[in-house]
């Protein structure tokens, strides 16, 4: 009898296929529908950055606030330095400044400085028309900026939690239609307002001299601050 080969033993049933465990299909639907999240927030990102390139430049435009002289720089520090100190004397008082003040300090004040690429005050009436270059980022990665080049109506108000704020008003590059989502939301995020007075906000000093000021309004050339100490209640007969 020959011997029996591999070819000649009789086959059995083919072995049953793997099954995917519930684990495994529970992986493969969260991570298509990672895939498919991620593939359309990159569209979304696209698709927004095509649009705010049409009310953007790759360049910024000229920001130049004009730079104080010596002696015009020490007198502003001094106003500013009396306003500070009847605050904290809690006696009253009230700073004014000018177009030319605000830029100075643009230009010349450290920390508001950091600014002097990036904001100029141009007008004051009852807001501050500030010209500005703001920076907004492109295609995520690619290292792409885009400039805002336009105006931003400001106006400073004081709020009873954080003090003096600057309330962005309106936005608007000449010549160019923003799109409305993008105002809202930069109207929301109040951009300027950070960029203005943060550094000053960390300085506990200013900060608490900022959250005492009492009322603050804009008039033609010119933006007035005042500190009015409480009352103090007529003494009883």
Same mark, same amino acid.
């Given at each position: 009898?020959?011997?029996?080969?591999?070819?000649? &033993?009789?086959?059995?049933?083919?072995?049953?296929?793997? =099954?995917?465990?519930?684990?495994?299909?529970?992986?493969?639907?969260? *991570?298509? %529908?990672?895939? #498919?999240?991620?593939?359309?927030?990159? %569209?979304?990102?696209?698709?927004?950055?095509?649009?705010?390139?049409? /009310?953007?430049?790759?360049?910024?435009?000229?920001?130049?606030?004009?730079?104080?002289?010596?002696?015009?720089?020490? #007198?502003?520090?001094?106003?500013?330095?009396? /306003?500070? !100190?009847?605050?904290?004397?809690?006696?009253?008082?009230?700073?004014?400044?000018?177009?030319?003040?605000?830029?100075?300090?643009?230009?010349?004040?450290?920390?508001?400085?950091?600014?002097?690429?990036?904001?100029?005050?141009?007008?004051?009436?009852?807001? &501050?028309?500030?010209?500005?270059? &703001?920076?907004?980022?492109?295609?995520?990665?690619?290292?792409?900026?885009?400039?805002?080049?336009? /105006?931003? $109506?400001?106006?400073?108000?004081?709020?009873?939690?954080? *003090?003096?704020?600057?309330?962005?008003?309106?936005?608007?590059?000449?010549?160019?239609?923003? $799109?409305?989502?993008? !105002?809202? !939301?930069?109207?929301? #995020?109040?951009?300027?307002?950070?960029? #203005?007075?943060?550094?000053?906000? =960390?300085?506990?000093?200013?900060?608490?001299?900022?959250? =005492?000021?009492?009322?603050?309004?804009?008039?033609?050339? =010119?933006?007035?601050?005042?500190?009015?100490?409480?009352?103090?209640?007529?003494?009883?007969?």
């Amino acid at each position: 009898m020959p011997d029996p080969t591999p070819s000649s &033993l009789p086959s059995g049933p083919p072995p049953p296929a793997p =099954k995917l465990s519930g684990g495994c299909l529970m992986f493969l639907v969260v *991570g298509g %529908w990672l895939l #498919a999240l991620a593939a359309w927030m990159i %569209w979304h990102l696209v698709g927004q950055v095509k649009e705010v390139r049409r /009310f953007t430049d790759p360049t910024a435009q000229v920001i130049a606030p004009s730079a104080p002289s010596g002696e015009e720089l020490a #007198a502003l520090r001094a106003r500013l330095q009396a /306003f500070a !100190t009847a605050i904290e004397a809690k006696q009253a008082a009230q700073l004014e400044l000018s177009v030319a003040d605000l830029n100075h300090l643009l230009a010349a004040q450290d920390p508001i400085n950091r600014l002097q690429d990036i904001a100029k005050v141009e007008d004051i009436s009852d807001v &501050l028309r500030v010209k500005v270059a &703001l920076a907004l980022n492109g295609i995520p990665f690619s290292g792409e900026r885009l400039y805002l080049n336009g /105006f931003i $109506s400001v106006r400073p108000e004081i709020k009873s939690d954080s *003090g003096l704020v600057l309330l962005t008003r309106t936005l608007e590059v000449p010549g160019r239609n923003l $799109s409305p989502g993008f !105002t809202k !939301t930069y109207l929301e #995020a109040n951009h300027l307002d950070g960029l #203005a007075l943060d550094p000053l906000r =960390k300085d506990q000093r200013l900060q608490t001299i900022l959250s =005492k000021i009492t009322s603050v309004r804009c008039q033609p050339g =010119k933006l007035i601050a005042e500190f009015l100490p409480p009352s103090t209640p007529p003494t009883p007969q």
